[in-house]
């Protein structure tokens, strides 16, 4: 199993971007989907997750700018990131709890994807 996530690059404060995460693999189901980011000389924190039922929750420093979802058809998570802050510079890493057969969980991360954002 493997998470591929796309979507990274520069942008400018107050611009938008949207990632990509895609799970690949032998995969039964997919629990929890989420995002985590890791600024430089910071630790990795939780951005937003989605769970299978489609419920949300954020970090407080992306409620109202940041939108997470998912296609379960397509095995993927999604982040629209919009009014990007400079602080909002990171690395970004999709995680996801995905079942390779029924009662076998596993978490997985996906490799990051860089997001800067620039003056």
């Known amino acids: 199993v493997q998470l591929q996530a796309f979507g990274g690059g520069l942008v400018q404060a107050g611009g938008s971007l949207r990632l990509s995460c895609a799970a690949s693999?032998?995969?039964?189901?997919?629990?929890?989907m989420a995002w985590y980011r890791q600024a430089a000389g910071k630790e990795r924190e939780l951005v937003a997750a989605i769970t299978g039922g489609h419920d949300t929750n954020y970090a407080d420093s992306v409620k109202g700018r940041f939108t997470i979802s998912r296609d379960n058809a397509k095995k993927a998570v999604y982040l629209r990131m919009d009014s990007l802050r400079l602080e909002d510079t990171a690395v970004y890493y999709c995680?996801?709890?995905?079942?390779?057969?029924?009662?076998?969980?596993?978490?997985?991360w996906g490799k990051g994807t860089h997001v800067t954002v620039s003056s």
């Open positions: 995680n996801a709890d995905i079942l390779s057969r029924p009662g076998t969980t596993m978490n997985y």
């Open positions: 693999g032998s995969i039964f189901s997919i629990n929890g």
